[in-house]
């Protein structure tokens, strides 16, 4: 619906006299304003509010991808309209969906027929990929026990203390106990000998991640299937496995072939991964695939015909974009096996060459690892004088955010800074944060000792002469200050890193 409004939408004063009252009246209380406004002004107030987020591209916290081609926006942008879920309506986006499920099942060596059609489903990201499968898993040891006259009103699922928050959610949610393995100094991924003597004949599964959130480290996958197949011939379970390969998906085939952590395993029965990590795709979409049609119990699927035929549909969320969808299967086209290995090979590079930058200031302990995803997770050796929160806090200064946060259980002690290197995230990039860690770090030790660098005070200098004074800021002054606007609009609404 357009709005009409009194006066034309290209005076300007007129258009700051609405922003001005917008701020005055409205955003104090949060409350919808009363009145409309014209379109540009609603534009010009919005995008002058968003200049005070950081900048994507320096985001060295997040996975997910920030840069696409300019030929993938268009199709995004001309699909933006389109609900995936009429299926009917959109029979070709559907069709895409399913090809790149096939693509990926094939990928991660599902072990399907020529003929056959691969089990899978896109979603909204892992997190939703990782409910679809815990269910799954759940569902079908509820059925096993049910057949075998046992309980089955105890689940639990067992995974390292380095999950992501989604596994704990999907335990929450969904009423199954989490039985993590704790972490020690030097060893921040699931120990799968501590793993196994965990599960017991209430575990649905275990679930191992290719690409731990924390460090980028690959778990032992193939250890922990052998161990794990050991287990159930001597006890008669049937303790399964999930692969949350949520970041290392796209980077395990690539990179590393021979690496056995996917669907070549037996006891792996379902994989997810993130299409908005290294699948280079924008936020919005994760997919999960299952070895075979038996690891999907059938009444978890539903079906439909209200928006014409008979749609079966196994998702958290009824209606969502097609622009993702549509976008995976254009860079699935547009860089096929070649392009990924490529652009997984230079991202390695470029973590490898900032690595080894960091490395050289004989300042900082590396805990990731060579192989794994392209993550550089660091801790200070000597944290006496200040933290690694003080360093990610002064990193704001520049633009760029890369997290501080400490490990979980039992390494609550360490605590890191990681930048995870993404496919915008370039050699000169890499060079120039390089650059400005060690401007931080030079201040700091100039700084007193004591660990506490206090926010600067603005302190405003006055310039000028005779009557005309001017206020100027200091470039450092202007930083800080952007830097504790920043704080401010976080602090309290941590949740962890992504
Ligand atoms: C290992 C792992 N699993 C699951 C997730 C959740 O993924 P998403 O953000 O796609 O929901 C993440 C996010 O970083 C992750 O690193």
Redesign the pocket.
């Known amino acids: 619906m357009v709005v009409t409004t009194t006066v034309t939408d290209s005076d300007e004063s007129v258009h700051s006299t609405f922003a001005s009252r917008y701020v005055r009246e409205a955003l104090p209380k949060f409350k919808m304003p009363e009145h409309s406004i014209p379109k540009d002004a609603a534009y010009q107030i919005i995008n002058d509010e968003l200049m005070l987020d950081g900048n994507p591209r320096l985001n060295l916290a997040s996975?997910?991808t920030t840069w696409m081609e300019p030929e993938c926006d268009k199709l995004i942008m001309a699909s933006i309209n389109k609900n995936y879920v009429d299926m009917d309506e959109y029979p070709v986006t559907t069709e895409l969906q399913n090809r790149c499920v096939n693509m990926i099942a094939h990928l991660f060596n599902a072990p399907m027929g020529n003929e056959e059609t691969a089990i899978g489903v896109g979603t909204v990201?892992?997190?939703?990929a990782?409910m679809l499968a815990g269910l799954a898993m759940k569902r079908k040891w509820q059925k096993r026990r049910q057949a075998e006259g046992k309980p089955y009103d105890k689940p639990n699922i067992v995974t390292g203390a380095n999950?992501?928050v989604?596994w704990e959610k999907f335990a929450r949610y969904f009423e199954v106990e989490l039985k993590e393995v704790k972490l020690r100094e030097g060893y921040y991924v699931m120990d799968p000998v501590k793993a196994v003597q965990m599960v017991d004949e209430n575990t649905i599964c275990v679930a191992a991640?290719l690409?731990?959130?924390l460090t980028g480290e690959f778990e032992d996958v193939k250890l922990l299937n052998d161990l794990l197949t050991k287990k159930n011939r001597e006890t008669g379970w049937d303790t399964p496995i999930h692969v949350?390969a949520?970041?290392g998906g796209f980077i395990a085939p690539f990179l590393y072939p021979n690496l056995k952590w996917d669907f070549r395993l037996p006891l792996v029965k379902s994989i997810n991964v993130?299409g908005?990590?290294y699948g280079l795709v924008y936020a919005g979409v994760?997919w999960v695939v299952w070895r075979s049609k038996e690891d999907l119990p059938e009444e978890l699927i539903f079906h439909i015909n209200y928006l014409g035929s008979d749609q079966p549909t196994f998702t958290l969320n009824f209606s969502k974009g097609s622009s993702q969808i549509i976008a995976q299967y254009y860079q699935f086209i547009r860089l096929g096996f070649e392009g990924y290995k490529d652009i997984m090979e230079n991202c390695m590079a470029n973590a490898r060459s900032l690595r080894e930058g960091i490395e050289k200031t004989g300042r900082f302990n590396i805990l990731s690892k060579d192989e794994g995803v392209p993550v550089v997770t660091f801790s200070l050796k000597d944290s006496s004088r200040f933290t690694v929160f003080n360093i990610a806090e002064d990193l704001r200064r520049f633009g760029w955010i890369v997290p501080a946060y400490t490990m979980p259980p039992d390494a609550e002690h360490v605590a890191v800074l990681r930048v995870v290197v993404r496919e915008d995230f370039s050699r000169g990039l890499a060079e120039r944060l390089m650059g400005d860690i060690e401007r931080v770090m030079k201040e700091l030790d100039g700084k007193p000792s004591g660990g506490t660098v206090k926010a600067a005070h603005v302190t405003a200098a006055v310039e000028g002469a005779g009557n005309e004074k001017r206020l100027k800021k200091s470039v450092e002054e202007s930083q800080r200050e952007i830097t504790t606007y920043w704080k401010r609009l976080v602090d309290g609404k941590r949740t962890g890193v992504?």
């Open positions: 996975f997910v990201g892992s997190s939703e990782i999950v992501q989604c991640i690409g731990s959130t949350d949520a970041s993130s908005h990590k994760g992504c």
